[in-house]
């Protein structure tokens, strides 16, 4: 809830002291690149002490970052909070890591999905929170107050850790892992199971539209339509809802009856869909139909790919594994960034969702080729 309160208004904060298009995207990449950097020793470090203590301290960092990104006073703090904030995001392998560890592997796209879709949740409650709270007004905007709600939210995060989550790795396991660190290193993760590589290209290349879509959306409602703040918040809603109730409900009904993998490939097959609307929509309501693909689209594919990653790996190694998908996400989410402002500037405003549906439509044939391999390996 707290990343979807501020997300939204960074194109506005960063227009509010002069940024130019390319500027602002670099900003939001810069926050998955030090994501990125910081993913693999946070799933080793939650392998070897624990899922709980790596929640805790990457949310005293977000609830930092939050605070700085406040009271930022130039383009260069603003800076400094995404990439604090991009270091600490480490909750997010050590979550999934964490349901991995306490589901067992047919129930693990529905433990999966669950966090995925409370992960969703927060992101369809923090767009209308930042939007109540900084107004609709670009001129007028009061950016302090959402940013001050993230941290907040934060805190409370972290007292439900503190107070209720129970560690998902008894110490013996945890000692275990240590002692097999050597062996669980990526690289002979990689090389033992060739699937893997394909399932986190795939991910990475889905999550490079989503990356797009995200960090561009609100200049291109702002340029395209004129829609301030609160409006694109608005959308931001609109799209997050949707992954919610994929994830949270109708995934849960899919994966039984069709599979991880043909739910996986039907999500890359919307979300390509959906951004291709994107990209030849002349009004609002074609927009959100766009939209609402791919919302559906991703809340198809986000749990299912994060299912079929887990079971490339076991109690030993699922932080590390784990962390090599976000790895790969984070990537995908600094070059999508990138790529969206300087197709933006460059192209025009449907350039960024054109490209983003050519870019996911190769994910399909990822999971093909995962499918091949993981069978002649043996592995589900």
Same mark, same amino acid.
């Given at each position: 809830?707290?990343?979807?309160?501020?997300?939204?208004?960074?194109?506005?904060?960063?227009?509010?002291?002069?940024?130019?298009?390319?500027?602002?995207?670099?900003?939001?990449?810069?926050?998955?690149?030090?994501?990125?950097?910081?993913?693999?020793?946070?799933?080793?470090?939650?392998?070897?002490?624990?899922?709980?203590?790596?929640?805790?301290?990457?949310?005293?960092?977000?609830?930092?970052?939050?605070?700085?990104?406040?009271?930022?006073?130039?383009?260069?703090?603003?800076?400094?909070?995404?990439?604090?904030?991009?270091?600490?995001?480490?909750?997010?392998?050590?979550?999934?890591?964490?349901?991995?560890?306490?589901?067992?592997?047919?129930?693990?796209?529905?433990?999966?999905?669950?966090?995925?879709?409370?992960?969703?949740?927060?992101?369809?409650?923090?767009?209308?929170?930042?939007?109540?709270?900084?107004?609709?007004?670009?001129?007028?905007?009061?950016?302090?107050?959402?940013?001050?709600?993230?941290?907040?939210?934060?805190?409370?995060?972290?007292?439900?850790?503190?107070?209720?989550?129970?560690?998902?790795?008894?110490?013996?396991?945890? &000692? *275990?892992?240590? #002692?097999?660190?050597? !062996?669980?290193? +990526?690289? =002979? %993760? /990689?090389?033992? $199971?060739?699937?893997?590589?394909?399932?986190?290209?795939?991910?990475?290349?889905?999550?490079?539209?989503?990356?797009?879509?995200?960090?561009?959306?609100?200049?291109?409602?702002?340029?395209?339509?004129?829609?301030?703040?609160?409006?694109?918040?608005?959308?931001?809603?609109? &799209? *997050?809802?949707? #992954?919610?109730?994929? !994830?949270?409900? +109708?995934? =849960? %009904? /899919?994966?039984? $009856?069709?599979?991880?993998?043909?739910?996986?490939?039907?999500?890359?097959?919307?979300?390509?869909?959906?951004?291709?609307?994107?990209?030849?929509?002349?009004?609002?309501?074609?927009?959100?139909?766009?939209?609402?693909?791919?919302?559906?689209?991703?809340?198809?594919?986000?749990?299912?790919?994060? #299912?079929?990653?887990?079971?490339?790996?076991?109690? =030993?190694?699922?932080?590390?594994?784990?962390?090599?998908?976000?790895?790969?996400?984070?990537?995908?989410?600094?070059?999508?960034?990138?790529?969206?402002?300087?197709?933006?500037?460059?192209?025009?405003?449907?350039?960024?969702?054109?490209?983003?549906?050519?870019?996911?439509?190769?994910?399909?044939?990822?999971?093909?080729?995962?499918?091949?391999?993981?069978?002649?390996?043996?592995?589900?």
């Amino acid at each position: 809830m707290g990343f979807g309160i501020v997300v939204p208004l960074l194109p506005y904060i960063a227009d509010r002291f002069g940024a130019a298009p390319w500027m602002v995207t670099a900003i939001m990449a810069s926050y998955s690149l030090c994501q990125l950097l910081a993913a693999p020793m946070w799933g080793r470090l939650s392998d070897r002490y624990g899922r709980r203590p790596i929640l805790l301290s990457s949310m005293a960092g977000a609830c930092l970052s939050y605070v700085v990104l406040g009271f930022a006073p130039s383009l260069a703090w603003m800076l400094v909070s995404r990439m604090l904030s991009g270091v600490m995001a480490g909750n997010l392998s050590a979550a999934m890591a964490y349901a991995a560890d306490v589901s067992r592997p047919q129930q693990r796209a529905r433990a999966l999905g669950t966090v995925g879709a409370a992960i969703a949740l927060g992101f369809t409650i923090g767009p209308i929170i930042g939007g109540l709270l900084v107004g609709n007004s670009e001129q007028h905007a009061n950016f302090a107050r959402p940013a001050l709600a993230s941290a907040a939210a934060s805190i409370s995060g972290m007292l439900l850790v503190g107070f209720l989550l129970r560690e998902s790795l008894s110490r013996e396991q945890r &000692l *275990a892992n240590r #002692a097999a660190e050597n !062996q669980s290193t +990526l690289r =002979r %993760v /990689l090389r033992e $199971r060739p699937a893997l590589s394909w399932l986190v290209l795939a991910g990475l290349l889905v999550t490079f539209s989503q990356s797009s879509l995200e960090s561009i959306l609100g200049l291109w409602a702002l340029k395209r339509f004129g829609l301030g703040p609160r409006s694109v918040s608005y959308l931001f809603f609109g &799209l *997050a809802i949707v #992954a919610v109730i994929m !994830q949270g409900g +109708l995934v =849960r %009904v /899919l994966v039984p $009856r069709f599979g991880e993998r043909r739910v996986a490939m039907a999500g890359v097959a919307a979300f390509v869909v959906g951004m291709t609307v994107v990209a030849l929509a002349g009004s609002i309501a074609a927009a959100e139909t766009g939209l609402l693909l791919c919302g559906i689209g991703a809340g198809a594919y986000n749990p299912t790919g994060a #299912a079929l990653v887990s079971r490339q790996a076991d109690a =030993r190694n699922r932080g590390v594994v784990m962390g090599a998908n976000q790895s790969g996400a984070s990537l995908a989410r600094v070059l999508g960034a990138l790529a969206s402002g300087a197709l933006f500037g460059r192209f025009g405003a449907a350039a960024p969702f054109a490209v983003g549906a050519l870019v996911t439509l190769q994910a399909g044939w990822c999971l093909l080729v995962a499918r091949r391999l993981a069978a002649r390996f043996a592995f589900p």
